[in-house]
């Protein structure tokens, strides 16, 4: 039996499925980093969402440890480099909360562009704020989608049923069969999208991919959406960009600080024109579950092996 331990929580069938394969003794509670480099020795499986960070110290600490599994998309919290040296396997579940991200990104479009968070909050508190929220259509706008992977993909189908032009930048990416225009350069989606909205990984080479020169060969008034992670944006060019309106607006579910309670995030979500909600594009019960599922069949796989 292999000791697997799932430091973030997976959903019950996953839990279930793990538990029936009879190959695992399961253990389940987050553990902080220091405490987790004192189990860790004792684990051949660990089990991850995107709160715990898997560290070079917490890889090096693992000397049974064989398997790290990332149950969702993102491997920017784990040092992948370092798995690699170790010959530790590491595996992700692409794709499996796509559909919650791209509903997400569309959601927070459009409670952007019709004020739904500020009318909702005016209406509690008391207040008619009819004629102050008057909003924007999306049809007929241009979506700029930076990284066409699963998520992106997703996006684009949704955008295209709202009646929005999409364009797409993926240097990955040389064709499909989705009716959305492909281009080569970065810039190039830049100057023509009233929608710019992020769906690629945090890579050393993709941090503050978005800063302040590309802001600047943005369209006047253009909104951003970031449902990816917090530090493709260089967050302090975003701010100025808001404050200067050159930026209508923009809506977060990602900062490159989690939570966001610097002096730089608080200033970010102090401004009227900013919405955000708390990294939760793929906290569904229905992705969850699709994540979950797919993970624990993974590391009943690898287990078999
Ligand atoms: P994916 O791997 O299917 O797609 C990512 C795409 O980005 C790929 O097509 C890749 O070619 C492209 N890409 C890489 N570098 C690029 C660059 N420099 N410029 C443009 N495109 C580039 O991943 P996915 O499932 O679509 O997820 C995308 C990202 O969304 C994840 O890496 C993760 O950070 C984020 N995410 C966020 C949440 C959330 O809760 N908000 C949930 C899941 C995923």
């Known amino acids: 039996m292999f000791r697997l331990h799932a430091n973030d929580p997976l959903s019950s069938d996953a839990m279930e499925l793990l538990q029936n394969s009879g190959l695992f ?6 553990l902080d980093k220091d405490q987790l480099i004192k189990k860790i ?6 089990v991850v969402r995107s709160a715990t960070k898997v560290t070079a110290d917490v890889l090096n600490a693992g000397k049974n440890l064989k398997v790290v599994g990332r149950a969702g998309t993102g491997l920017d919290n784990i040092d992948v480099k370092t798995a690699r040296e170790l010959g530790i396997k590491v595996y992700n579940t692409p794709g499996a909360n796509a559909i919650s991200v791209a509903e997400l990104t569309l959601g927070l479009l459009l409670s952007l562009v019709r004020h739904i968070p500020r009318g909702t909050q005016g209406l509690k508190d008391g207040k008619w704020e009819k004629k102050a929220l008057k909003g924007h259509e999306i049809f007929g706008k241009k979506i700029g989608i930076i990284g066409f992977g699963a998520i992106g993909q997703e ?6 049923a709202f009646g929005m032009e999409v364009i797409i930048y993926d240097p990955f990416v040389k064709e499909t069969e ?11 989606l830049l100057e023509v999208a009233d929608v710019v909205t992020l769906h690629l ?3 050393e080479s993709t941090k503050h991919i978005i800063g302040e020169n590309e802001f600047a060969k943005m369209k006047d008034g253009v909104i951003i959406i970031n449902a990816a992670r917090g530090g493709i944006v260089d967050e302090q060019a975003l701010y100025d960009a808001l404050v200067s309106g050159k930026v209508l607006g923009a809506a977060l579910d990602v900062f490159e600080v989690e939570p966001p309670m610097d002096e730089l995030r608080r200033k970010l979500l102090g401004l009227d024109n900013v919405i955000a909600t708390p990294h939760i594009g793929a906290s569904t019960y229905e992705g969850q579950k699709r994540v979950g599922i797919e993970m624990a069949k993974k590391l009943i796989e690898v287990a078999r092996e």
């Open 155 to 160: 996006v684009a189908k949704r955008a295209k």
């Open 201 to 203: 990984p945090l890579t």
């Open 25 to 30: 003794k399961i253990t389940a509670e987050h």
């Open 41 to 46: 020795d004792d684990i051949e499986f660990l």
């Open 178 to 188: 989705l009716p959305v225009k492909l281009v080569n350069d970065l810039g190039e």
